[in-house]
C-alpha cells in the first residue's frame, strides 16, 4: 500500500534501523535517531543499487517521488542514477572553485606544498591580492583579456610599472593552472605581453670602486646601532650571500668546526642546496654572534621576538644611517661588489665566482656539464676575499 504524509510522520523509531516501502522501489529508511531517509532500489547492469533520494519532511512525499520516477527513467536508458548524481556533485565542485580568487588560492596551495620559501609566497599573495581585489569574484572562464588589463593600468598607473608586469606574470600563471584542470580555456594575459610599459632595467645600487667601498667597511665598523646589525652587515660583505638567505639563517645550518655553512634548497632562490665556505674572519664574527643570539634558533632573530628572523627592512635602514642612500648602496649591492672585484682580479676561474654567488648556468647545455662546486678555489677565494676587505678597510 503507497505511504502517505501521514503514515510516515507516525513512524516511529525502533532500536535498529527499518525500512517502510512506498511503491516501484521507493522506500523510507527510519533511523534509531528518528531520522527518516529516503531511499530509491534499483537494478543496473544485473546488480541491485540504492539512491539516496533526501531526508523527509525536507524532500516531500511527492517530491521523493518525482525523483523516484527521474531515477527509473534514467535506468530505462541505460544510465546508472547513482553514478549521474556523482558526477554532479563532482561538477558542483568544480563550479564552487571557478572564481579567479579561488583558483589563485588553490594555485597557492599548491606552490606552498611544493617548498616554496615563505618569502617568495607573501610577495605572491600580495601580488595575487590586487588582482583579487578587482577580479576575484569573477568566474574566471569568463575574464577576458581587456578585463585583466584593466586591473593592471590600475597598477601601472601609480609609476609602478615593473609590478605590474610581474602581476600579469603571476595572473598568467593562475590561468594557465585553471586551464590545466579544466575550468578555463585560453590565458588571456599571454595577448597582454606588449600592452604594458616597459621599465627601464635598474640594477640595484653597488659601491665597486675599491677606495669607496674601504670607507662603506669603515662606516660599518663604527656603526652604532644594534650590534647584531652591524655583525650582520660585516657577514653581508664577507659572504656575500643575498641578504634573505642570511637573515633567515639557522644555527643548525652552520658548522663552525669545519667552515662550513650549508644553506638548504629550499631557502635558496635557485632552489639548490648552497655551501659557503668561512673565512677565519666570518667564524670570528659568528662565534661573536652566537654570544648574542645562540640561545635562538635563528642567527639574526627580530628584536621583536626571537621567533622572527631579523625585519628585510634592518640591513638597508643602517646603510642609510651611515649615510648610504638608496642610489648608493644596498644589501644585495654587496653580491655586485664581491662579484666586479673578483672577475678584475683575473685571479679566479670566472665559474668559481658565480658558483661563490650561488648563480645557475642559463644555458642548458653548459649547466648539465658544469656540475662541480669549484670547492677548493672558492675556499682560497673566500679567504682572499676576507684578506682584501681586511686591507681595504685599513686603508684610509
Not at 29 to 39: A, E, H, I, M, T
Not at 195 to 203: E, G, M, Y
Not at 352 to 359: F, S, T
Request: one cysteine or more; a positive charge; proline letters at 6%.
Amino acid at each position: 500500500m503507497p505511504l502517505s504524509d501521514t503514515a510516515i510522520r507516525n513512524l516511529k523509531p525502533r532500536e535498529k534501523p527499518y525500512k517502510v516501502a512506498d511503491f516501484d522501489g521507493l522506500f523510507v529508511l527510519v533511523k534509531p535517531s528518528g531520522s527518516r531517509l529516503w531511499q530509491f532500489k534499483y537494478r543496473i547492469g544485473g546488480k541491485e543499487k540504492l539512491l539516496s533520494i533526501g531526508p523527509y519532511p525536507e524532500t516531500s512525499l511527492a517530491q521523493a517521488r518525482a525523483k523516484r520516477d527521474a531515477a527509473r527513467s534514467m535506468v530505462a536508458n541505460g544510465i546508472d542514477p547513482s553514478e549521474a548524481k556523482q558526477e554532479q556533485k563532482r561538477r558542483s565542485q568544480v563550479q564552487d572553485r571557478v572564481t579567479f580568487a579561488a583558483q589563485a588560492r588553490e594555485y597557492l596551495d599548491k606552490i606552498r606544498r611544493e617548498g616554496r620559501a615563505d618569502m617568495t609566497m607573501r610577495k605572491l599573495e600580495w601580488l595575487l591580492g590586487m588582482a583579487i581585489d578587482d577580479l576575484g569574484e569573477r568566474p574566471i572562464a569568463d575574464i577576458s583579456a581587456p578585463e585583466v588589463l584593466r586591473c593592471l593600468r590600475k597598477v601601472e598607473a601609480r609609476g609602478t610599472h615593473e609590478t605590474a608586469r610581474r602581476l600579469r606574470s603571476t595572473m598568467g600563471t593562475v590561468f594557465r593552472f585553471a586551464v590545466a584542470s579544466g575550468i578555463a580555456t585560453p590565458d588571456p594575459t599571454y595577448a597582454l605581453r606588449d600592452a604594458l610599459v616597459r621599465p627601464k632595467a635598474s640594477p640595484r645600487a653597488a659601491i665597486v670602486e675599491p677606495v669607496e667601498l674601504g670607507k662603506l667597511l669603515r662606516a660599518i665598523a663604527g656603526y652604532n646601532g644594534q650590534a647584531v646589525t652591524k655583525i650582520a652587515l660585516e657577514l653581508l660583505a664577507l659572504l656575500v650571500p643575498r641578504p634573505g638567505e642570511l637573515r633567515q639563517a639557522r644555527w643548525s645550518e652552520f658548522d663552525l668546526a669545519a667552515a662550513v655553512w650549508s644553506v638548504p634548497a629550499e631557502r635558496m632562490k635557485m632552489r639548490r642546496p648552497h655551501r659557503v665556505p668561512l673565512p677565519d674572519r666570518a667564524l670570528t664574527l659568528l662565534k661573536d654572534l652566537k654570544a648574542l643570539t645562540g640561545h635562538t634558533e635563528f642567527v639574526l632573530p627580530s628584536l621583536v621576538s626571537v621567533k622572527r628572523v631579523m625585519s628585510e627592512n634592518t640591513l638597508n635602514t643602517a646603510l642609510r644611517r651611515m649615510g648610504y642612500g638608496a642610489e648608493e648602496m644596498t644589501a644585495h649591492g654587496f653580491r655586485a661588489t664581491f662579484s666586479t672585484l673578483a672577475n678584475e682580479s683575473g685571479l679566479w676561474n670566472p665559474d668559481a665566482i658565480e658558483r661563490a654567488l650561488a648563480h645557475v648556468e642559463a644555458n642548458d647545455v653548459r649547466r648539465a656539464y658544469a656540475r662541480g662546486e669549484h670547492w677548493e678555489e672558492r675556499v682560497r677565494m673566500a679567504a682572499w676575499w676576507a684578506d682584501k676587505l681586511e686591507a681595504l678597510a685599513g686603508s684610509p
